[in-house]
């Protein structure tokens, strides 16, 4: 079955930096690729997905770039702000299936001020 | 996301008893899902349903099953509680057909003893 793993599994960085979550799936029919943010106390959250078909999508400071060569896909944030600190899931799907979520194991990002 | 609602949100048990996790959702979605969240070990899959009709097992449905008793009501139940089960549980629904975003409830924490 669908293996996916997540690194790193905590980032510090200071305010205005970047940060990259890195993930790898070992399913190659995998086609559906979400990122989860959890904060604290309260479930996770979609924030950004991408579909095999598409190499990158942004949407304002949060990018997701996929290889589906070296199957990986990465979640970049720029300019994070102390409210970006929070859980985030990886996740992979074979959509065309069942849609279920194979998730990551998480990464804690904190983003000092 | 209040359409997604958990009861109860934190709950003590001791080994052996059987107690339920019961998740409600006014969102109208047909498929919904059960899954813990372990510290290093992301979010795991326990059941899945994709309507009333329908249910399937997850990644780790041993010594859990669950009920849905209808559209917007599924649980969760665990026959015999065992110490390894203390976790944090996430009930979540997704629209199905193209759509595969979950949304998730505020979790439920459960600790047994």
């Known amino acids: 079955g669908e293996n996916v793993e997540q690194h790193p599994s905590t980032l510090s960085v200071q305010e205005g930096d970047s940060a990259v979550i890195k993930c790898t799936y070992s399913d190659s029919a995998s086609n559906y690729f979400p990122w989860y943010k959890q904060e604290l106390g309260k479930g996770p959250q979609l924030i950004i997905d991408?579909?095999?078909?598409?190499g990158e999508k942004k949407d304002q400071r949060i990018a997701v770039t996929l290889n589906k060569t070296a199957k990986h896909f990465s979640l970049h944030i720029t300019e994070t702000q102390p409210e970006d600190s929070a859980v985030y899931f990886c996740?992979?799907?074979?959509?065309?299936?069942?849609?279920?979520?194979?998730f990551g194991q998480g990464t804690t990002l904190q983003v000092k001020p | 996301d209040a359409d997604v609602t958990q009861t109860p949100r934190n709950r003590i048990t001791k080994t052996g008893k059987r107690i339920m996790l019961e998740c409600s959702q006014t969102k109208g979605h047909d498929r919904m899902y059960w899954y813990r969240q372990d510290p290093g070990l992301g979010l795991r899959l326990i059941y899945y349903s994709f309507d009333v009709k329908d249910i399937n097992k997850g990644e780790i449905s041993d010594g859990y099953s669950v009920s849905r008793q209808a559209q917007a009501k599924f649980s969760l139940s665990l026959e015999s509680a065992i110490p390894n089960q203390t976790a944090l549980y996430f009930c979540a629904t997704s629209e199905g057909g193209g759509s595969y975003e979950q949304y998730f409830g505020p979790g439920t924490r459960l600790t047994v003893t």
């Open positions: 991408i579909r095999s078909n598409v």
């Open positions: 996740a992979a799907s074979i959509s065309s299936n069942t849609g279920k979520l194979i």
